[in-house]
Every structure is written in C-alpha cells, then in structure tokens.
C-alpha cells in the first residue's frame, strides 16, 4: 500500500502540514473560516528537539495495536490498509491513544478520537501534509510490506 | 548613539483576518522579522531586520502577508537620493565599506532591451521546429584555422579539445562555500540531465561531486583553493578566473565563520579561517605569464581539456580578448557588470565595468578583425535572463551563454541581494545547516531542468522564425538584429543597424 513517509533530512519543521492536515479534515472550504480563532487538531504532528525535526503521522502498522485495543470496534485496519475510526461506533475511551507506539492518536474537544486516514476519507486522494509540504520531505509511496 | 538614523527598507503588511496564528512566517525567517505575542494573540515584526527575501510570503499557507516597500519618505532631492542618504548614516555608524551582493541594480542600460530580432516573412521560410530538426548542439573550444592533409594526402581531421554542449547555456561558476551543497548538487545533477556543464567556482570540488567530472569545469582563481591534480582531471574543462563581473579588479572573501568542515576539506584552508582571493593572479603580470598557467594546466591534464580564460568586461576588453586568444586558451569567457556576486562592495559592484552586451560585440568584432576568432570559443555571462537574451548574445558572437542569476532564480532566490549575510531564507547562500536543508535538491535539479528545457524550446522557436535551423549558423549573424532607441556610436560598437534600416 501506499503510506505517507516523512525525510527527516528535509523536514523543516514549519509545521504547515498541521495546519493542511485540520484544513483538509475540516469539512471548510477556506482555510481562515476552518482554522482561524480554532483550536487547531492536525492528525499529523511535527516532534521538535532543537534541530531536528520529523513530521508523525499514523504508520497504518501491519499489526496495529490500536485496533485490537480498540473496545468498541470503532478502529479497524481495511482491505486497503489503512487504519480507519467509525465515529458512530468510538465510544471515546483513548484505548488507542494510550496504546499507539507513535503517539499518532489524538483528540478534538468533543473527545472524538482522530488520527490520519491517508485523506481517504476527506476525497483528496494525495494526501494534504504530502501536497503542501514546501521541501518535499513528506512524500506518499508504495513500499513492499 | 541613542538616535537610529535608519529607517526599515521594507513594511510588513499583515492582513489580520486572514492571519490564523500559524507562525510559520515565525519559524522561517532566519532573520527573527516575525514573533508571536500569547499576551495579546497577535503576531508582530521587527521591520528592521526583514530583507524583503519573501519566504515568509510564499509559505503562508492563508496568503495574509505581503512585502512593500517602506514609504516613509525622507524630503525630496533630486541630488541627494533617500538610498544615498541613508548609505551614509550607515557608514557613518560603521565605519566600514558597504557589502551588497548579486548583479548591478541601478538603472543602466540594458541593451538585450534595445535590439530586436528579425522574422522570415514572404520571402524566406521559417521553420516550424515541431516538425523539423532544429541543432542547438555547439561545440567549444579551438577550431582549426584552415584544412590540412598528411603526406599521403588525407585530411587532418584531429581536433584540439571540444566541450559537446546540448543547448548554447552552461551554469557559472559560483563556489562551494558561497552556495550551498545542495546548491551545488541540483546545479551538477541538473547539468548532467541537460548535456551541459557546471562551474565549482573557486571554492574546490566537494568529493560527493566528483562522479558529475564530465558536466564539470572547474576553476582556478586567484586563491588557488582545493586545486590539486585529481580536482584538474576531475573536470571536463579547467577555467582560469581573473575577474568576475560584479567586482573587476578585487578579490574575494569567504569569512572564516562559513568554513565549516566539510569546506575547510574542499578549499584545503584551516576550518574557521578566511578565504582571501587575492584580487590578482601573484603569477601572471602579462599575456605571457597567462599563457605559461594555460599551458601549465595543460600539461598537467595531458591537453585533454580545454582551458577557458574567465574575464571581467571592461574598458579595453577588445585587446585583452585579443591576447588571451593567443595565450593558448581554448575559450574566452567574458563576465558582464551586472553579473552576481556572493559579496561584494558596493561601489564597485555598481560603479565598476561594462555591459556584456558591447564587450561582447566588440571582442568577437576584434578577433574576427585580426583572423584569430577560430582561436577561441566566446562564452559570455553577467545578466543573460532569457532564451531571448541568448538568442541576442549568439547573433552578437558568442558562442555560449553563462548563467547563474537565472538559476539561482529557479532554485527559489528572489533577489534580496543580502548574501553576503550568510542567512539565505532559500537554502542558497548560506551554510548554516538548518537553512541548507531548505533546498532540496531533487526539486531543485527539476526545476533547473525544467528551465532550461524551456528556454531551449524557445531558442529553437526563434530560430525557427528567423530560418535559421543550426545556432551554429546564428552565430555572429548580427543581420538578424536591429536596435531601437540606440545612438550611432551604440549601433557602431554593437554592429548592428537600427529598426528600419
């Protein structure tokens, strides 16, 4: 499948992908009405230390511990791959949050679980932090599992 | 001194609306122009740090910033402009000379601007370039003066050294040290791409890019820096520097702060000292001296290489051409006023040399005059901004064009001309590792490519036009030129007629 890849050697630490990624998930289409006076809730987050920076977002893992931790069937990993949350069914419980490895779950403040569905969801295809990423350090690709 | 004299060259205009906090003008201004107040939510800037480089402008994802030019304006005075004003105040709290860097801005002619190119109509056919093969390959360096045969009657068909060039462009020297690595890579992947060549400057050949030898020249200036006999052979061609457009008659100077390790290796200096150019050659006086470095240079590569001879245009161009052409050099390179720089002082970045334009006719006029034009290729340099200009420079003589504003254009500079700082927002001239990393050179190697894949399109469209299907037969071909709003002294030196005649 294809999966979102962060070059650390490129990543800038701008953190404009944060900001496409909420853009993209906010169902708005101007980016000043989606975000603006908002708190901002990207799926992706960009971990600083000093000079280093690096772009984390879901790894949709071949075996994610979100899904088997996830006590109301809400996470489930699909015939395509990608690790997708049934808002219906998430009853809230951060499970997930607390199991991820990569600290990829996170939350809004309805305590809906979100994390990164590749833009699969949303209709874009590419997904935006890929997209709006200025230095090409966040690249979409096919790997061999 | 408690009273600033200077006011801010640039206003920051922030439309609030549209402003959602990001900050990410905040993280990418090397220069620390913008700042995020929590007390209040708002974002300010220190004017007086911003050089207009517009990264900020570009990577606001919601469009709210825009760059003007400060409009307070001190009185009007024709004599005393507000820059010159304010030149002073500078140096009257410094001290020191002004550094600017990149090309000439004040407003000299420019003569590309003032010569129009001529069109098949009627009588003639143009070409359509999308159905018929159109040559923009050149060849540079010495041709034969006349045919020759051997004994047995056959012809003499061994050349002197050539550079096989796809298109009538190569990028100029600009040094490791003021550009980036991964300037250097995207200039050196993408001239590999392309069939032409790149320059080191004078700042050595990173080892990484020695594999890219065969689309490399490297140079030899005043500072010797990283030359040894792997760096000679490494190269496709051997350049020697005497002078650069943007600053005839000086040297350079690297501060120690830019080298790092990875350049103290390169240019074989001591990390952290400075790298002084001197401003002449300690060994060439004369064309005699020129011609005993030439000469050396090919004896150590085995004459397999051909030798360019890089200078600045100025007064006497002509002759100086004349006699680099009989030192043995297999390509003249003459770098116009307006040419860039990483640094250099002010004054004599504005004030110093001449235009390409007539340095250019003139030389290849004196050459042709005096029968030696097939001694040497012309490569000219110093402001060629587009397949046009290199279209006007090839009808005027040249043989090439060299460029590196241009590219440096592609790779994402905006001209701010603050170089010499060492922070380039772009990842260009700097080598401060963080801003480094901003240049990535994949898309920089595509975006080069995809550049110069245009202009080539274009050159072949304006040969084309003009029935011209081989640059080769463009060269020197001034009847496809004619000037407007010249005077006659300028049609005379340029060689060409005025529109109408």
Redesign the interface.
Known sequence: MKRVFVHE??C?????C???CA?ANSGVND??KA??GKP?TPRIHVEDDG?IHYAVSCRHCENPLCTKGCISGALTKGDDGVVTIDHEKCVGCLSCMLLCPYGCITTDEKDVVLKCELCVKNGRGTPACVE?C????IVYEEVEA | MAVNYMIPSFEIERNDYRCIRCRVCERQCANSVHRYDPDGDVMLSDEFKCVDCQRCVCLCPTHALKIRKNENELRENANWKQNTILEIYKQANTGGVLLSSMGNPEPFPVYWDKILINASQVTNPSIDPLREPMETRVFLGKKPHDMTRDKNGKLNTELPPQLELELPIMFSAMSYGSISYNAHKSLATAAETLGTLYNTGEGGLHEDFYQYGKNTIVQVASGRFGVYKDYLEAGAAIEIKMGQGAKPGIGGHLPGAKVGADISKTRMIPEGSDAISPAPHHDIYSIEDLRQLVYSLKEATGYKKPVIVKVAAVHNIAAIASGIARSGADIIAIDGFRGGTGAAPTRIRDNVGIPIELALASVDKRLRDEGIRQNVSLVVGGSIRSASDVIKAVALGADACYIATSALLALGCHLCRTCQSGKCNWGIATQDPELVKRLNPEAGKERLVNMLTAWKHEIKEMMGLMGINSIEALRGNRMMLRGVGLNEKELEILGISHAGE
């Open positions: 050697e490129w800038l630490g701008c953190h404009l944060e900001y496409n853009f980016m000043v975000l603006k901002v000079k709006g200025p230095n090409r350090a």
